[in-house]
């Protein structure tokens, strides 16, 4: 395993984590859970993604009941939850100070744990003033609950001014961004965010780095009825895939499947391996509903020295995605 520094905090994770969104509470109880888990901290994964969104908070139970049963010690692991979708009730969600508070409250109780290393605010909230947000997280930091937080899915201009208020206020500055990142989602991490890098040292653990599974290269030929796409709950998905543009992305990945193949590597490698060449990516967040699926995608990281400039430029050929460079004077 390659560990990375989280942006410019001193943290550091694996390359590749490990996350629960739609497996830990819908596909996989806790047995498996446990299994998953254990395989994955065996193979040097330290950090394990969460949120109080998923299945309801029993994703985080499962989670918390397999590190306690796994007897993982604390100071080897990190693990992260994201507040936004806390429930139906006005005070169950967003942002606001007293849902932040009692979101990481109720996800310490489920996880089993007495701080969280990364905190998220699981999408922006237009209800609730940044200040309120930056100053509900330093709180958390100062009472010793979270150690960083961050966001997922802001923009570049929110995240600036959450920095602006907590260079103001004399407040914890995010220190870390959960984005999609993969073959074919790419304007975020590689365009808008750049000014971030450079600025605040921005960190980023970045999710469906498989697009949800599409890129192994399972859904080329139709929908496996094991699959991601054909739960139940998750037609909004399936309906990516059925249409004219998901489509486009299946012939993209069809030639993907044949460049793999030619250079003796899956696509679902060539597509982690791919995504961990980006050096502004602190940790690929794996899913996985079956074990033979983690034990594949651990070995992702053998891969990358066949990502040479040439088979990077054929990449860029058939996703043909690649966000325009930033505009500077005189060039
Ligand atoms: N911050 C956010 O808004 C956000 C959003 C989404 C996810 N996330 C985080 O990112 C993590 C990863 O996202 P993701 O689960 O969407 O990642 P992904 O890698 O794009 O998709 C994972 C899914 O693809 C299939 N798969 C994975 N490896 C495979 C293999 N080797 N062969 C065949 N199928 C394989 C499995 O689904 P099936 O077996 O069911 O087909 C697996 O659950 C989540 O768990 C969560 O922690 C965050």
């Known amino acids: 395993m390659e560990y990375r520094r989280l942006g410019k905090a001193g943290l550091k994770v694996s390359a590749l984590s490990l996350g629960s969104w739609v497996t830990f509470g819908k596909q996989v109880a806790l047995r498996d859970a446990k299994i998953l888990l254990r395989t994955a901290y065996d193979g ?3 950090f394990f993604d ?11 139970k499962i989670m ?21 979708w806390g429930g139906e009730q006005p005070t169950q969600l967003g942002l606001n100070a007293k849902h932040v508070r009692e979101a990481c409250d109720a996800a310490l109780k489920r996880l089993r744990v007495d701080y969280l290393d990364l905190f998220f605010c699981h999408r922006p909230d237009i209800d609730t003033p940044i200040e309120e947000t930056v100053r509900a997280m330093h709180n958390l930091i100062q009472q010793g609950k979270v150690i960083y937080w961050g ?17 103001r206020e004399h407040l914890t500055p995010p220190s870390m961004e959960q984005p999609e990142y993969n073959l074919l989602h790419r304007h975020r991490v590689e365009a808008e965010y750049l000014p971030l890098y450079q600025n605040y040292g921005m960190g980023t653990t970045i999710w469906s780095p498989l697009a949800s599974g599409l890129l192994t ?49 899956s696509v679902t490698h060539l597509s982690l391996a ?13 899913g996985a509903s079956k074990l033979t699926q983690l034990e594949d995608n651990l070995r992702a990281l053998d891969a990358l020295p066949q990502l040479t400039t040439e088979v990077m430029d054929a990449i860029e050929d058939i996703v043909d995605n690649r966000p325009p460079a930033p505009q500077r004077w005189g060039q």
């Open 64 to 84: 918390g009941d397999a590190i306690a049963a796994l007897g993982l010690a604390r100071d080897t692991f990190s693990v992260s939850s994201k507040v936004f």
């Open 151 to 167: 966001t997922s899915e802001w923009s570049a201009q929110q995240i600036t001014e959450a920095h602006a208020v907590a260079q």
């Open 274 to 286: 791919w995504c961990l060449k980006n050096p502004n990516v602190s940790s690929v967040i794996l």
């Open 50 to 60: 969460n949120a109080e969104g998923y299945e309801a908070g029993e994703s985080e």
């Open 217 to 265: 290269g399972k859904y080329n030929d139709g929908v496996p009825g094991d699959s991601r796409l054909a739960l139940p709950g998750y037609e909004w998905l399936r309906k990516t895939w059925d249409s004219d543009a998901g489509q486009q992305k299946i012939a993209k990945i069809r030639k993907l499947t044949e460049l793999a193949s030619q250079l003796g590597i």
């Open 44 to 46: 040097g994964i330290n």
